[in-house]
Nanobody
């Protein structure tokens, strides 16, 4: 079982920055793709960014040029105790949402392009709240 724990959320003014972290622990299936999702009140879950084992990244159009996803580990069989981050710059009020870390047992190339399907991701964290004021 893979456990994902997010941290780093908070309240910032528009134009501010935050860095979210996702601590992954435990041994389980092979994890080949990690992602950040977000869900604003009254809206559906939205994929924000993905990163795969070789560091290849993808982003939703709404965050390109402002968000950067990174990892301190290599996605491989039985990976554990590693960290993924989401650096968020020039935040906007529409970025306000609960942000979730997610892990998939399939490659990001199989997950496909945005909009991401949350059902492709087997493991989820509990979320961290980001609030951006205008």
């Amino acid at each position: 079982q893979v456990h994902l724990v997010e941290s780093g959320g908070g309240a910032v003014p528009a134009g501010g920055s935050l860095t979210l972290s996702c601590e992954a622990s435990g041994y389980a299936d092979s994890i080949y793709c990690m992602a950040w999702f977000r869900q604003a009140p009254g809206k559906g879950r939205e994929g924000v960014a993905t990163i795969d084992g070789d560091g290849t990244t993808t982003y939703a159009d709404s965050v390109k040029g402002r968000f950067t996803i990174s990892q301190d580990f290599t996605l491989s069989r039985n990976n554990a105790n590693n960290t993924m981050r989401l650096q968020m710059n020039n935040l906007k009020p529409e970025d306000t949402a609960m942000y979730y870390c997610a892990a998939a047992t399939i490659f990001c190339s199989v997950v496909g392009v945005f909009p991401l399907q949350g059902t492709d991701f087997k493991y989820w964290g509990q979320g961290t709240q980001v609030t951006v004021s205008s």
